[in-house]
């Protein structure tokens, strides 16, 4: 629009199948517009759309430090400006994680094309604050597990954007954690560790496994608490049956039960598929209570998603013989179904659920 801007709302869900009468419901909305000038709590949009005059185009940008409970879809040349926009340091920590939030999402549902939502990720590589930085990793963790069954030439190619992304900012920050270091900056440092681990960077992937040996060789400062999660699992997967058996050790023995569940999460991660058969077997005995009894599924995910999901089907009763109904039994299936993503899964998913009672997790499942 010339000398403004048109605002429309609409029915957003994450499947991008509102009906008619989902998308007639209208909702009286502050747009909360930024500029340059200022930051306007209004306008307030009360109908289906509206026009804004505004003078200068060159920067706006609706919902003000994302105060309002909505996605704002913007056209691709529009985001590109906005990334423009923060590194002039124009927006606020709150924006550029909304930003990266509303993008990700909208690009998930279909409403945005993922080339935009990597066209502002790759603006930020600057970036120093540790929420933002936890919304990024955690995007492109979204992506990648979106795209697991894609052609290996793809998930290698955002294997690499991840590391043209990360690795800077993971080798400056290191992982030679300082006693009394902020806590923020340690879980920037962790989280940015971990995601330059798996997309295959080989200086992260070699201080992971020598962490990993000295730690089982009995130096427990080796591995720093923080990194302790990824270092296993990075260990299982550049390793085999003898780091899955360190690591089952370690599960048995350990006292604490943060200490299990960390063994148990890496575990997860192995590649050797006589020690996933192993696992996956222990999951029903006693071995492993019900409240432990899904950490391990985000790692087995990713290397045996299939075979999981056979698993689960063929030993539906003594899951949730052993779980028990209620809350429990969501939060075993929703990461294992999230990770099932072709239209022949969901298909298989729904006939299967379609004979089970999922009354006590259905909203979990939807």
């Given at each position: 629009?010339?000398?403004?801007?048109?605002?429309?709302?609409?029915?957003?869900?994450?499947?991008?199948?509102?009906?008619?009468?989902?998308?007639?419901?209208?909702?009286?909305?502050?747009?909360?517009?930024?500029?340059?000038?200022?930051v306007q709590k209004g306008p307030l949009l009360v109908g289906r759309a509206m026009k804004i005059p505004l003078g200068d185009l060159d920067f706006f940008k609706l919902n003000s430090d994302?105060?309002?409970?909505?996605?704002?879809?913007?056209?691709?040349?529009?985001?590109?400006?906005?990334?423009?926009?923060?590194?002039?340091?124009?927006?606020?920590?709150?924006?550029?994680?909304?930003?990266?939030?509303?993008?990700?999402?909208?690009?998930?549902?279909?409403?945005?094309?993922?080339?935009?939502?990597?066209?502002?990720?790759?603006?930020?590589?600057?970036?120093?604050?540790?929420?933002?930085?936890?919304?990024?990793?955690?995007?492109?963790?979204?992506?990648?597990?979106?795209?697991?069954?894609?052609?290996?030439?793809?998930?290698?190619?955002?294997?690499?954007?991840?590391?043209?992304?990360?690795?800077?900012?993971?080798?400056?920050?290191?992982?030679?954690?300082?006693?009394?270091?902020?806590?923020?900056?340690?879980?920037?440092?962790?989280?940015?560790?971990?995601?330059?681990?798996?997309?295959?960077?080989?200086?992260?992937?070699?201080?992971?496994?020598?962490?990993?040996?000295?730690?089982?060789?009995?130096?427990?400062?080796?591995?720093?608490?923080?990194?302790?999660?990824?270092?296993?699992?990075?260990?299982?997967?550049?390793?085999?049956?003898?780091?899955?058996?360190?690591?089952?050790?370690?599960?048995?023995?350990?006292?604490?039960?943060?200490?299990?569940?960390?063994?148990?999460?890496?575990?997860?991660?192995?590649?050797?598929?006589?020690?996933?058969?192993?696992?996956?077997?222990?999951?029903?005995?006693?071995?492993?209570?019900?409240?432990?009894?899904?950490?391990?599924?985000?790692?087995?995910?990713?290397?045996?998603?299939?075979?999981?999901?056979?698993?689960?089907?063929?030993?539906?009763?003594?899951?949730?013989?052993?779980?028990?109904?209620?809350?429990?039994?969501?939060?075993?299936?929703?990461?294992?179904?999230?990770?099932?993503?072709?239209?022949?899964?969901?298909?298989d998913a729904q006939a299967f659920f379609a004979k089970q009672d999922t009354s006590y997790f259905d909203q979990k499942l939807a």
């Amino acid at each position: 629009m010339s000398g403004g801007i048109h605002v429309q709302q609409n029915r957003f869900l994450e499947n991008a199948d509102a009906s008619e009468a989902e998308d007639g419901t209208l909702y009286p909305i502050f747009l909360a517009l930024n500029t340059k000038a200022d930051v306007q709590k209004g306008p307030l949009l009360v109908g289906r759309a509206m026009k804004i005059p505004l003078g200068d185009l060159d920067f706006f940008k609706l919902n003000s430090d994302h105060v309002g409970i909505y996605r704002t879809l913007y056209a691709p040349d529009r985001l590109n400006k906005l990334a423009q926009a923060m590194k002039k340091g124009l927006l606020s920590v709150e924006d550029r994680i909304g930003l990266i939030a509303d993008a990700s999402a909208l690009a998930s549902s279909g409403y945005q094309k993922t080339t935009a939502l990597f066209d502002l990720l790759e603006n930020m590589g600057d970036e120093i604050e540790t929420l933002v930085w936890n919304q990024i990793v955690s995007c492109l963790n979204t992506v990648q597990d979106a795209w697991k069954f894609e052609k290996k030439d793809v998930r290698e190619s955002l294997k690499h954007f991840t590391r043209r992304l990360v690795v800077p900012r993971a080798t400056l920050l290191g992982w030679g954690f300082e006693k009394g270091e902020d806590s923020l900056l340690t879980r920037q440092m962790a989280s940015l560790f971990e995601s330059a681990a798996f997309a295959g960077d080989a200086t992260f992937i070699k201080a992971a496994v020598e962490m990993f040996d000295s730690f089982i060789a009995g130096h427990e400062s080796a591995i720093h608490p923080n990194l302790r999660r990824a270092v296993y699992a990075i260990a299982l997967k550049h390793g085999g049956k003898k780091e899955y058996k360190d690591l089952l050790a370690m599960y048995l023995e350990a006292r604490k039960q943060d200490e299990k569940d960390n063994a148990l999460r890496g575990m997860g991660h192995t590649l050797d598929p006589d020690c996933a058969k192993e696992l996956l077997d222990m999951m029903l005995k006693k071995k492993i209570n019900k409240e432990s009894i899904s950490l391990p599924i985000h790692g087995l995910s990713h290397g045996w998603s299939e075979i999981l999901w056979a698993w689960m089907k063929e030993n539906w009763l003594a899951i949730s013989t052993k779980i028990g109904n209620g809350l429990a039994v969501g939060a075993f299936v929703t990461p294992l179904s999230s990770f099932l993503g072709t239209i022949g899964h969901i298909k298989d998913a729904q006939a299967f659920f379609a004979k089970q009672d999922t009354s006590y997790f259905d909203q979990k499942l939807a």
